[in-house]
Nanobody
């Protein structure tokens, strides 16, 4: 059974940094796309970043580009999201996700991902 567990969320002041981790178990995702999404109360889940390690390719939403960095450690089957220069509007529950198949299309679409973590809360105070 595949499990994905996020950690690293918390409360931080605006301008601060946090590093989220997503540990996967049950299968490896070295060739699959993985990503981070976030969701604010009353809003749809929003794409944050995606990564395909085998081709050294990363993709970010415009709202986080230049501030967030997505990475993976395939040996640990773990994905990370380094978040710098955090803003109050980054406050949300952050989810990690992975695809079952090796498909690199529509990476920003949440319904294209098959496995999800339970989410970790990130709160940025002003």
């Amino acid at each position: 059974q595949v499990q994905m567990v996020e950690s690293g969320g918390g409360l931080v002041q605006a301008g601060g940094s946090l590093r989220l981790s997503c540990a996967a178990s049950g299968r490896t995702f070295s060739g699959n796309a993985m990503g981070w999404f976030r969701q604010q109360p009353g809003k749809e889940r929003e794409f944050v970043a995606a990564i395909i390690n085998t081709v050294g390719w990363t993709y970010y939403s415009d709202s986080v580009k230049g501030r967030f960095t997505i990475s993976r450690d395939n040996a640990k089957n773990t994905m990370y999201l380094q978040m710098n220069s955090l803003k109050p509007e980054d406050t949300a529950v952050y989810y990690c996700a992975a695809r079952r198949s090796v498909d690199y299309s529509r990476l920003a679409e949440a319904n294209e991902y098959d496995y999800w973590g339970q989410g970790t809360q990130v709160t940025v105070s002003s």
